[in-house]
């Protein structure tokens, strides 16, 4: 497993639809690939950047991507057919919250309910 990630910024969603912040954007994207040593595969953050690197990659500016695993299942991703996976959120934050205070499960070995602070954000 390799990361290659810019934490410039939260996400690609940072980046407005003026086009200098879009070739900002796709200038990010070129200076992590040339840092991807030869992979099987890429999971990549969203459809977004899995769209924008095949647009990339057809025009010429970087290698064609080995197969790529994005998250969102946009319409994009099924138009560039890209192996897109939807997040459930709610099951995620019941399931986190099981691991965490089931008995056994982890290090709560207590039949005691632990209250956790915060909330699910969702971006």
Do not use: C
Request: net charge negative; charged share 20%; hydrophobic share 40%.
């Amino acid at each position: 497993m390799f990361e290659a990630t810019d934490a410039s910024h939260a996400s690609p969603y940072d980046f407005s639809l003026e086009p200098h912040a879009h070739a900002r954007y796709r200038q990010i994207l070129m200076s992590l690939v040339k840092r991807i040593p030869p992979v099987d595969a890429w999971v990549v953050s969203n459809d977004r950047v899995g769209v924008e690197l095949m647009s990339l990659a057809n025009q010429g500016k970087i290698p064609r991507p080995p197969y790529m695993v994005s998250f969102d299942n946009s319409t994009d991703s099924y138009r560039i057919r890209l192996d897109s996976f939807e997040f459930n959120l709610e099951a995620l934050a019941v399931q986190s919250v099981y691991h965490l205070v089931s008995p056994g499960v982890t290090l709560y070995k207590t039949n005691d309910f632990r209250e956790l602070s915060g909330h699910v954000v969702e971006k």
